[in-house]
């Protein structure tokens, strides 16, 4: 709704003069220059054969950008509009530096790609909406620059990163959201999910409240979400083990017990009493089969090993809850 709304107020292709078409040129190529770089600087320590890719791509819309500048200084002087993308309608739009933190590898080297496809695209579609002869020519050949940049992204990345080269990255990729997310969120979602069983289930069949239950799941997820979170993100600063960030780790943990928690807690909102407790112990049969099969893909345990840890220790812990709230 308010991106419709914004449109509005932005101006046409058409309503562009050359001299405005080539200073949006100019930003654009300076943008994408910049988006470059920035991955290749985030990709460096880890990766030194794809930012390389990065910087060479950066250096090709420099000299493009470098290009537009002088054909706007011998056509129009020296001063340049200031327009950008979001000043016109239909353009190509770029995410901004902190939308782009934790993109993987393999999502750069497709944006790169892309980036240069859907600027050719761009301006070809400018073109055949543009009377003026001169501005079409000027189009067309903007179109047939970006069409170079496309073929130079794909002929940079197959330079610089051989296919033995790129599958050592993606496994090295892999590895570090395995180490990052996923380890501390499976270890949060399974004691989120068994460790909360036993006080939940107690406190259903002793008290046989179903709000008073809630509760209890709620307060145990809560502090359990908590406790566990700082526990990641202060037992290991991730710079010898090299698992990451440990505030990204202790969010993934925190926020993943507490969910693993309230998954079975929230049936209690049910006002009736074995609604609630049979809704729980549904999901928790849906959790608990879950966290095998994502040992299994992610972790590569052996899914019956998997099975058996997660599934039979938490029945069993279900079990003592249910006994202890029956006593």
Not at 81 to 96: A, D, Q, W
Request: charged share 20%.
């Amino acid at each position: 709704m308010f991106s419709r709304l914004l449109s509005r107020f932005k101006r046409p292709i058409s309503a562009l003069s050359e001299q405005e078409i080539l200073a949006l040129a100019i930003s654009s190529e300076e943008d994408d220059g910049r988006i470059y770089l920035a991955y290749a600087q985030k990709l460096k320590a880890d990766f030194p054969d794809s930012a390389e890719v990065f910087e060479d791509m950066a250096q090709v819309e420099n000299t493009h950008k470098t290009m537009l500048i002088d054909m706007h200084r011998r056509r129009f002087g020296e001063h340049i509009p200031l327009i950008r993308r979001e000043h016109v309608s239909g353009f190509l739009t770029r995410k901004p530096d902190w939308l782009r933190q934790n993109q993987t590898l393999d999502a750069m080297r497709r944006e790169a790609v892309m980036m240069e496809t859907q600027a050719y695209n761009f301006y070809v579609e400018a073109a055949k909406n543009t009377s003026d002869a001169s501005t079409r020519q000027l189009l067309g050949d903007l179109a047939l620059a970006e069409q170079g940049h496309e073929d130079i992204a794909r002929m940079l990345i197959d330079r610089h990163v051989p296919a033995d080269v790129r599958t050592t990255e993606d496994e090295t990729a892999h590895r570090q959201l395995v180490l990052t997310y996923v380890q501390p969120g499976l270890a949060g979602l399974m004691d989120g999910s068994v460790s909360t069983l036993a006080p939940i289930f107690a406190a259903a069949f002793a008290t046989q409240d179903t709000w008073q239950t809630f509760l209890v799941g709620l307060s145990a997820s809560v502090g359990a979400g908590i406790s566990m979170g700082f526990t990641e993100a202060a037992h290991d600063d991730g710079k010898i083990s090299g698992r990451g960030s440990p505030i990204k780790r202790g969010l993934a943990c925190g926020i993943m017990t507490t969910v693993g928690g309230l998954g079975h807690a929230l049936p209690y909102l049910i006002p009736h009493f074995w609604t609630a407790t049979i809704t729980a112990g549904i999901i928790v049969f849906f959790e608990l089969w879950a966290i095998a099969f994502i040992q299994n893909k992610y972790m590569e345990t052996p899914f019956l090993r998997a099975a058996f840890q997660v599934v039979i220790g938490g029945s069993l812990v279900l079990a003592a809850g249910v006994l202890i709230g029956n006593a």
